[in-house]
């Protein structure tokens, strides 16, 4: 007997034994016909009576094999049911031997194009991850929707079913990004297909509301658990398993919500429903309890909660294993319990068990140096045990938190809070989608404030500051260190075009969703986003297997020690650093010689409250700038942030003349320039005497302290030393012909935008001065602009900026409507930050180019942004709405400044100087001169001049004439 064979007598005995009481109770089991058997499993199935079902798929197996033998499709159908049945009632052992076997007798008789085939990967996949291994079930997730794609077509619901599996795949991996269309476009087809009264439409929207419940969207969430749940009453009625799945789900999210009385009733009767279906010993019950246990404890009913936990975890253990999530899941709970309980010793013991059963290993938990770098050192095997591990660590430190009996407890605690940081980052690195990274980027950030709570600045200063700048603009620094990976890492040149082009692709694909577009178009968008999702996915998991070099550049961790960054300033140089945090704000300031650090006594919620007033009196331009009320608002707000966010770092800092600044959440909506230095007379005077900082330092701006040493190392970019300057015409309109090539709201936006009159003086006379390229008129086009930008040294746009602060990626520059049939001529953020830019410095003389919506962990997302991310390493940008002359004038100086050989913050604060030094009365207000600000690399740049060569050469000819002349009479006489 070979092994194949013997294989199959074991799985076949196995199934003739299991479960024999039940077999007992058919009536002349072998006498039922295929017909009755294909219609009583179904049956079973459907009403959730699984355990019922078990002896009719032994007497199909059977009576399958006996008829037909052990290769023949009927018997593979009976086999895979068989494998369905047992996953559902939890033995799951059984249920894998029997999904292989159906597989490769599916694989045999059909081959591997087949829709049945792939239906036995998909059952395969489903098992796999139901066992935590997850590694072997996602190849198969997506050879089954390739397959059902090409066997089915993409509007079958069978296709539908791999989308949704795929995406449940990805949510528990935390890809909620790649989850979220794969589940948009398979509720769609199931609509579509099915209609919204079929039990698997319900389905899929328990499916997406349990995903929009993860990333915090509640709001969404309801309505949809809400609609299913008329539908599963409808179709499979109140005692069905899966009904009691969504019950789980609408009890969790009341709970969220704190609307614990609709909670409770709903967690009980799920736990019923899967005692009575599924019984007692089974994973469903399990986590059921485990639910109803996190309620009670919510509700303060430990005593209830804690039998339940105890019951949960001891299913978990029995019927997954000490390594399975759902089992780390419960211990956790337990400990969460226990700490609540101040039940110390329990706690502590059942804390080292569920961080041995994330990591896969046992590991003596000291919490000190050396057990840290032995759980970074760990092969986690999925995200899942990640986030499991991190929650045992944010048990750890609320243990050491209250359990005054340990000794070094803050010591302590803070390499935990390291710990948890690191993990998080690796997390992050092993997600695909910029939205998944900002989410962990936000919890990376409540780290960091635990350890800026237990440093102290009178010790740690520069171990607080290199944390600090470990979650600032991580994404940008990520996405600047990939060129050189790309390179570095020996990348080859035609993956380095491929890794561009489908980024390119995915990027363009999900703006174009954020867009008012019709179902239909919509539909189309979802597919392809969905499979160029899992092109990126694939691609970059073969890069980290081939290119292991360039996987470790690309997410080298941000390293941006003290000692690196003070190597780089010289003796003038500070650089300001700041975080925020609920209750203060902690200000770094590193120069030549040494780190402080400050905790200034601010909440979050006053510091908005600065912000709001001092931006509101500085973006609006009325006559109230005459009125003494607005000036109060003004001088008094602009010198309080001098005195908590400046004075309390740069007292006794006399050579510091230069100031580089790395701001935190809003505070990147302000330039620093208009802080006042000394309090301001109470009664109205001329805003030329005010003692502005601008008048004391140069200030240019970064994204991070990493960011700003790797600008400072970067090698000169190569371009051709010129500029290209756009100045738009918005006079020019949209001919009939292109309409149908633009989107309606795009459409309507261009009506709305003002001529700029001043734009055009403002690049005519960079034009009369300065040699490069000058765009006027229809040449002032999205086409153009995109085929020349990468050659030259200065970009200058002057043209309107188009803030979009609920979709940033949307964000624009508007250039000249040319008609063309592919540009819209509204430059996208997302379009621009995946350009390829050799730029020296790029300004955008544009409306509300530098202000945008804050995200923690990565910066302001503003247009500006983007075109770091292009490769820019300096720009000028504005923080509002600035006035169109005033503006020409500013950039007129600026470039004067520039071609002079100044550095371009001390170019940008003289153009600053030089205007309110020319202006009158109101005009000086720092509404008109202070909303560009220079971000990036301040080290000076060589402009070319337009040379007189013509007219020199005339000159010098005619007086060689002249002098020839001279000396032709003097020799005659």
């Not at 939205?435 to 709570?453: G, I, P």
């Not at 600008?711 to 300057?725: R, Y």
């Not at 936006?749 to 003002?754: A, D, N, V």
């Not at 979009?804 to 430059?827: G, H, M, Q």
């Amino acid at each position: 007997m070979n092994s194949f064979n013997y294989f199959f007598t074991a799985i076949v005995a196995l199934f003739l034994h299991v479960n024999a009481s039940h077999a007992q109770t058919i009536q002349q089991p072998l006498q039922l016909s295929y017909i009755e058997l294909d219609s009583l499993l179904p049956t079973y199935y459907n009403k959730g009576t699984y355990k019922k079902a078990i002896p009719i798929v032994q007497i199909a197996i059977k009576k399958a094999e006996k008829d037909f033998g052990r290769q023949d499709s009927v018997f593979a159908n009976y086999i895979q049911w068989g494998g369905l049945l047992y996953t559902k009632i939890g033995q799951l052992d059984t249920a894998l031997m029997l999904s292989i076997q159906a597989k490769n007798i599916h694989e045999k008789i059909f081959g591997k194009e087949h829709f049945k085939f792939a239906l036995s990967l998909n059952n395969l996949a489903a098992l796999y991850s139901e066992m935590g291994n997850v590694d072997l079930a996602l190849p198969l997730l997506i050879q089954a929707k390739n397959i059902w794609a090409k066997a089915r077509g993409t509007d079958h619901p069978d296709f539908a079913y791999a989308l949704n599996n795929l995406a449940l795949f990805h949510s528990d991996m935390g890809n909620f990004d790649l989850a979220l269309p794969l589940l948009i476009q398979a509720k769609d087809i199931f609509k579509k297909a099915l209609g919204e009264e079929h039990s698997q439409y319900a389905m899929s929207l328990n499916g997406l509301a349990f995903l929009y419940q993860n990333i915090g969207d509640v709001d969404s969430a309801l309505p949809l658990l809400l609609q299913a749940k008329s539908i599963f009453k409808k179709t499979l009625g109140e005692e069905h398993p899966e009904f009691a799945v969504f019950l789980n789900n609408l009890a969790n999210l009341y709970s969220e919500i704190g609307i614990f009385d609709l909670a409770l009733p709903s967690l009980v009767q799920a736990t019923n429903i899967f005692q009575k279906t599924l019984g007692k010993e089974h994973s469903k019950f399990a986590l059921s309890l485990d639910n109803l246990a996190n309620l009670h404890s919510s509700m303060g009913n430990f005593d209830l909660a804690l039998p339940l936990l105890i019951q949960s975890k001891n299913i978990f253990q029995k019927t997954l294993g000490k390594k399975h999530t759902r089992f780390s899941m419960s211990l956790n709970n337990l400990v969460d319990l226990y700490l609540q309980m101040e039940n110390f010793d329990l706690a502590w013991k059942v804390l080292q068990q569920a961080m041995n059963s994330s990591l896969g290993t046992s590991l003596k938990h000291t919490f000190s140096q050396e057990w840290s770098e032995n759980v970074i050192a760990t092969s986690f095997h999925s995200n899942e045990h990640i986030d499991n591990m991190i929650t045992s660590l944010e048990h750890a430190y609320w243990f050491l938190e209250k359990d005054t009996r340990i000794e070094h407890r803050t010591s302590k605690q803070i390499i935990v809070a390291d710990l948890a940081f690191t993990l998080l980052s690796k997390a992050r690195n092993r997600v695909f989608n910029e939205k998944d990274k900002l989410r962990m980027l936000a919890k990376s950030d409540d780290w960091l404030q635990r350890s800026l709570h237990l440093l102290s600045p009178s010790k740690d200063n520069e171990r607080a500051f290199h944390l600090s700048d470990q979650n600032k603009s991580v994404l940008l620094l990520q996405a600047t260190r990939s060129e050189n990976a790309y390179h570095l890492g020996e990348l080859p040149k035609s993956l380095i075009r491929i890794s561009k082009e489908i980024l390119r692709k995915q990027s363009e694909l999900q703006a174009k969703l954020m867009e008012k577009r019709s179902a239909k178009e919509k539909d189309s968008l979802l597919n392809e986003l969905n499979q160029i999702n899992q092109e990126i996915s694939d691609f970059e998991k073969m890069l980290e297997e081939k290119f292991p070099k360039y996987h470790k550049l690309k997410y080298q961790p941000n390293d941006a020690k003290v000692s690196d960054i003070q190597s780089l300033l010289d003796k003038h140089t500070a650089l300001l650093q700041y975080v925020i945090s609920d209750s203060l704000v902690h200000i770094f300031l590193v120069d030549k010689q040494e780190v402080r650090w400050e905790k200034s006594l601010i909440s979050r919620s006053k510091l908005k409250e600065q912000i709001s007033i001092l931006h509101n009196s500085l973006s609006t331009y009325t006559p109230m700038t005459q009125e003494e009320h607005a000036y109060q608002n003004y001088t008094q707000t602009a010198h309080w942030f001098y005195q908590h966010l400046i004075a309390p770092v740069l007292q006794n800092k006399p050579n510091i003349c230069n100031l580089i600044v790395v701001s935190d959440g809003e505070l990147g909506h302000l330039p620093f320039e208009v802080f006042l230095k000394t309090s301001a007379s109470k009664t109205f005077i001329d805003y030329h005497n005010l003692d502005y900082l601008v008048n004391h330092y140069n200030i240019s701006y970064n994204h991070s302290a990493a960011l700003w040493r790797e600008n400072k190392e970067a090698p000169t970019p190569m371009n051709n030393g010129q500029i290209l300057a756009v100045a738009a015409n918005y006079n020019i309109r949209l001919s009939s012909k292109t309409a149908n090539t633009r989107l309606p709201s795009n459409q309507l936006l261009r009506k709305g935008l003002p001529p700029l009159p001043s734009a055009r003086k403002e690049v005519e006379t960079l034009q009369k001065q300065y040699r490069g390229f000058f765009a006027f008129d229809s040449i002032a086009s999205e086409k153009i602009v995109k085929e020349k930008a990468s050659e030259y040294a200065i970009l200058h746009f002057a043209v309107h900026g188009i803030l979009d602060n609920k979709r940033p990626v949307l964000s624009s520059l508007a250039f000249t409507e040319d008609n063309d049939s592919i540009e819209s001529n509204f430059w996208q953020a997302h379009e621009i930050s995946k350009m390829q830019l050799n730029a020296n410095l790029v300004v955008l003389s544009a409306c509300q180019t530098g202000y945008g919506k804050f995200e923690k962990g990565n910066g302001v997302a503003s247009l500006a942004r983007a075109f770091m991310y292009a490769g820019a390493s300096a720009l000028i940008v504005s923080l509002w709405q600035v006035n169109d002359y005033i503006t020409s004038e500013i950039m007129k100086n600026l470039y004067k400044n520039l071609a002079n050989g100044i550095p371009k913050d001390q170019a940008l604060r003289q153009a600053k100087l030089q205007y309110m030094n020319s202006v009158e009365g109101s005009l000086a207000h720092p509404s008109f001169w202070s909303p560009f600000i220079m971000i990036g690399n301040t080290a000076p740049l060589s402009i070319k001049k337009k040379n007189n060569f013509t007219f020199y050469w005339g000159t010098g000819l005619l007086g060689l004439l002249l002098a020839a002349g001279l000396f032709l009479v003097k020799k005659s006489k």
